[in-house]
């Protein structure tokens, strides 16, 4: 066939070339030369239904183009990269090179952070921070129900070393109406940014955890906004007895507010247990919708039916899009910086300096300091201690019986300290330390 000779030659217009006329390998790349198909050369776009396989390179110029929910990937992996049709980008396995947790908006979704105990058992009649940072057992009306909250140790799910364990210790059967028990987390506005569409509406984003408990277990997940209109959404998943992934996506929505401030506006709840306060209507599932608390959380069981109960949870993620990704981990120290924004402590050994906290008499039984912390607090905090801390100038130390402290203007990162203590000498310097191991100095700025 004459060099001469060209495509259009060899095709009449309207002509179709099937792909069972031509054989595998029948087109080398190399009797093609590089510029000889250009879009120029081209009536329309080379559209491909199935699936694109090359052994080489492909170079665009342009654009290049797959279908909604389409997935880019390697021979063996071959949806390495999928795009859903608004854009979402989900990796099947985590990003090389991508910071760890850079759109996860949960803290201690890994449950590695427990400043304040790894365990706490007889809780059950008070809300409250007890163990795993962040996370909060929320109480409604009383109950006769009483639980062990631990940071267990998992040695059954890959990549998770720890989980959240709540374990039944006295059963309630006669359940009050307004009876509530929830794993919750509150997140402030400033780290929700990402899920905020407009002022006044909200993107979809993807809710999940990990999951098991000694029996089949019905929860419910549930989000609900805390700024507007107050909108929940809600999700009854059954918890089984071997580790299983648990989502529920959120549809993107309207009238919803995420103010850009360190105040909440959202939490997520985990329902152990409720009365039909809370229970008694229909569950909320389609969309976030207002708040009817009887719609919250229709259909659990009771962690407080048996004390043979007991339930475990780790690898919460929240994060922009309609699936759940791999879960993005930090480093215990990024995770334990983010933690400390809601809440630290320093002492607990003798003589560990409090916060670098020194100053001096400025009464014979008073003393004022300042201290620097390492992080920036969400808010002006509330200090509480435990045990014996004290102030010492190297020859003498005097045990504290009050102590007060607080921001130093709008610098987050320096406390300013005032105790009552045992007499000493005016205008001399002290700094503070703790008189034995149960010392404890407690700086709360939580939501």
């Not at 080379?46 to 880019?72: E, F, K, Q, R, Y």
């Not at 947790?101 to 009649?125: D, E, H, K, P």
Request: charged share 15%.
């Amino acid at each position: 066939m004459s060099n001469a000779r060209n495509l259009a030659n060899l095709l009449g217009a309207g002509t179709t070339i099937a792909t069972a006329s031509i054989a595998d390998n029948a087109i080398s790349t190399a009797k093609i030369a590089a510029d000889a198909v250009t879009s120029a050369k081209l009536d329309t776009n080379i559209a491909i239904a199935g699936t694109l396989g090359t052994g080489g390179v492909i170079t665009s110029g342009g654009n290049i183009i797959i279908p909604n929910a389409g997935t880019i990937g390697s021979a063996s992996d071959t949806d390495a990269l999928s795009i859903a049709s608004d854009g979402v980008t989900t990796f099947s396995q985590s990003p090389v090179g991508v910071p760890a947790g850079s759109n996860n908006v949960i803290i201690n979704g890994a449950m590695q952070v427990a400043q304040r105990s790894t365990s706490v058992s007889g809780l059950g009649a008070a809300t409250g921070y007890f163990t795993l940072d962040r996370w909060e057992m929320t109480e409604g009306a009383a109950s006769a129900g009483r639980f062990t909250m631990s940071q267990s140790a998992v040695t059954d799910l890959a990549e998770h070393p720890n989980a959240l364990k709540i374990d039944c210790t006295t059963a309630d059967t006669s359940i009050a109406a307004g009876e509530q028990l929830t794993i919750t987390q509150k997140i402030e506005g400033l780290n929700l940014q990402q899920l905020k569409a407009t002022s006044t509406s909200t993107k979809a984003f993807t809710v999940s955890y990990y999951a098991k408990s000694d029996a089949s277990r019905a929860v419910v997940l549930e989000i609900l906004m805390a700024e507007g209109t107050n909108k929940q959404i809600s999700a009854l998943h059954t918890i089984g007895t071997s580790w299983a992934r648990y989502s529920m996506t959120v549809p993107a929505a309207s009238s919803t507010e995420l103010d850009n401030d360190a105040t909440e506006a959202m939490r997520v709840n985990l329902w152990l247990h409720g009365g039909a306060t809370f229970t008694g209507g229909t569950l909320n599932t389609g969309a976030l919708a207002g708040t009817t608390d009887a719609n919250r959380a229709a259909g659990i069981g009771s962690i407080f039916a048996d004390t043979d109960n007991e339930i475990e949870v780790t690898g919460f993620q929240i994060e922009p899009g309609s699936s759940a990704t791999p879960f993005q981990h930090r480093s215990f120290s990024a995770e334990l910086a983010l933690c400390q924004r809601y809440y630290l402590q320093a002492g607990g050994s003798n003589y560990k300096s409090v916060f670098g906290a020194a100053g001096w008499y400025n009464t014979t039984t008073s003393w004022i300091g300042k201290g620097g912390i390492p992080v920036p607090l969400r808010a002006s905090p509330t200090v509480s201690y435990t045990g014996t801390p004290r102030v010492q100038n190297g020859q003498a130390g005097y045990n504290i019986s009050s102590l007060s402290g607080g921001l130093v203007g709008d610098n987050l990162t320096t406390m300013h300290w005032g105790a009552a203590a045992a007499t000493g000498t005016l205008y001399r310097a002290h700094d503070m330390d703790c008189n034995n191991n149960a010392a404890l100095v407690k700086v709360d700025a939580e939501l």
